[in-house]
């Protein structure tokens, strides 16, 4: 009954490997979101969906490819991992534009 | 660059008193939002004001708003240690989905 969900909520891989993140929302919105999290806890929007549509995609390298089968589901799949990959990405999904976010627990993502 | 900057960067309070952070920002907005992060966990979202309004409530929350020094405050009243969290101020542009986080207030309350 987690509204946002995630997994995995830990990954450690090696530098080099491919990688993904999944997101799963149960609350009906249309609009999901990719951020992360660096070490120093600033928080920047990666990517987002809008019933399946890509609407913002931020300056990140195109190693990060994210994809949405459908408006419940926003999926990040990461190639090529290099040790700044290192950080904490959030799920998050809103029910309009520039309304509250709701976000999920995070994925730890440390690259060695 | 980053929006928004927060201040100050962290806060130690006892039990009870109030928690007054700050947030500036550089463009003009639709709304401004406050968010908390306990350690480990996701942010969830306390409260919202439009670039209208000047002051909201929820309540031990206090939000202002002032778009001519582009600044907010969020008040948090008589603390209690569960209040220990990170807080973070995020900007809405115009009709965007960006939200735009600023650098985050780390608030410890001691019992």
């Known amino acids: 009954d987690t509204a946002v969900s995630q997994t995995p909520k830990y990954l450690v891989t090696q530098m080099g490997n491919d990688k993904s993140i999944k997101c799963e929302q149960n609350?009906?919105?249309?609009?999901m979101y990719w951020y992360k999290q660096d070490s120093k806890k600033f928080l920047k929007i990666m990517f987002s969906?809008?019933?399946?549509?890509?609407?913002i995609n931020e300056t990140v390298p195109n190693r990060f490819s994210p994809k949405s089968p459908d408006k419940a589901h926003l999926n990040l799949h990461i190639n090529s991992l290099e040790l700044g990959d290192s950080a904490v990405y959030f799920c998050?999904?809103?029910?309009?534009?520039?309304?509250?976010?709701?976000f999920g627990p995070g994925t730890r993502l440390t690259v060695l | 660059s980053q929006q928004g900057e927060e201040d100050p960067q962290a806060l130690s309070i006892q039990e009870g008193e109030n928690a007054t952070m700050n947030c500036s920002y550089k463009?003009?907005?639709?709304?401004l939002q406050w968010y908390r992060q306990n350690s480990g966990r996701g942010l969830v979202h306390l409260i919202l004001?439009?670039?209208?309004?000047r002051e909201k409530h929820s309540g031990r929350l206090r939000v202002t708003l002032d778009t001519s020094k582009k600044s907010s405050s969020l008040l948090i009243t008589a603390s209690r240690a569960a209040d220990t969290a990170s807080y973070f101020c995020?900007?809405?542009?115009?009709?965007?989905?960006?939200?735009?986080f600023g650098s985050g207030t780390r608030l410890l309350v001691r019992p």
């Open positions: 998050a999904s809103s029910p309009r534009g520039t309304g509250e976010q709701f």
């Open positions: 609350l009906g919105h249309d609009t």
């Open positions: 969906y809008n019933n399946k549509e890509l609407i």
């Open positions: 463009t003009s907005i639709n709304n």
């Open positions: 004001i439009r670039s209208n309004e």
């Open positions: 995020a900007t809405a542009m115009d009709s965007s989905y960006k939200l735009i």
